[in-house]
T-cell receptor, first 112, second 114 residues
Framework: AQSVAQPEDQVNVAEGNPLTVKCTYS??????LFWYVQYPNRGLQFLLK??????LVKGSYGFEAEFNKSQTSFHLKKPSALVSDSALYFC??????????FGTGTRLQVTL | EAQVTQNPRYLITVTGKKLTVTCSQN?????MSWYRQDPGLGLRQIYY???????DKGDVPEGYKVSRKEKRNFPLILESPSPNQTSLYFC?????????????FGSGTQLSVL
């Protein structure tokens, strides 16, 4: 069975500082990995994905994520956080089957 | 405008009264799916569909039914709702190719079962 772990319920960071939201996964076979963001009153939106190729993936709003096969991780990063980045972030994984499994989510709080 | 439309946005019902949450997409996507979001549990997949007349169970299918008779529509049916199905529900669709794969979500349906 495939699974996703987001070990932090909440991440707090000051505006301008780098941020990392952690994600580890477990699948059989090659993973397809995704990050989605849920802004208050704006629904869920796609941020970025890893299918194959470069381990460093760049996405929307200046976010990026690094696929690390040996550590089975796909951490989300941004060099300089903005208050407007405050939201709920979900990591998701899919193996060769069509079922997509999400993590429990990490709330990012960026303060001035 | 490309979108996934869910209706209704809010629904309050009573135990045992059958209900349907509609979902429609205008992007000609092959893949559609339903999720429920509960505090501390994240998003859990209920059912998904790879194409017309092709549906399969996700992680939490008990108590739900779906159908995919047309490519654009993927309704979620609760034949006999129970209070533990009180949740925020999301429909989503996606093109089914690796390069283009990403979910487009509806605005959500907040369901309360009394």
């Amino acid at each position: 069975a495939q699974s996703v772990a987001q070990p932090e319920d909440q991440v707090n960071v000051a505006e301008g500082n780098p941020l990392t939201v952690k994600c580890t996964y477990s699948v059989s076979g090659n993973p397809y990995l995704f990050w989605y963001v849920q802004y208050p009153n704006r629904g869920l939106q796609f941020l970025l994905k890893y299918i194959t190729g470069d381990n460093l993936v760049k996405g929307s709003y200046g976010f990026e994520a690094e696929f690390n096969k040996s550590q089975t991780s796909f951490h989300l990063k941004k060099p300089s956080a903005l208050v407007s980045d405050s939201a709920l972030y979900f990591c998701a994984v899919r193996a060769t089957a069509s079922k997509l499994t999400f993590g429990t989510g990490t709330r990012l709080q960026v303060t001035l | 405008e490309a979108q996934v439309t869910q209706n209704p946005r809010y629904l309050i019902t009573v135990t045992g009264k059958k209900l349907t949450v509609t979902c429609s997409q205008n992007m000609n996507h092959e893949y559609m799916s339903w999720y429920r979001q509960d505090p501390g549990l994240g998003l859990r997949q209920i059912y998904y569909s790879m194409n017309v007349e092709v549906t399969d169970k996700g992680d939490v299918p008990e108590g739900y039914k779906v159908s995919r008779k047309e490519k654009r529509n993927f309704p979620l049916i609760l034949e006999s709702p129970s209070p533990n199905q009180t949740s925020l529900y999301f429909c989503a669709s996606s093109p089914w190719t690796g390069a283009n794969e990403k979910l487009f979500f509806g605005s959500g349906t907040q369901l309360s079962v009394l």
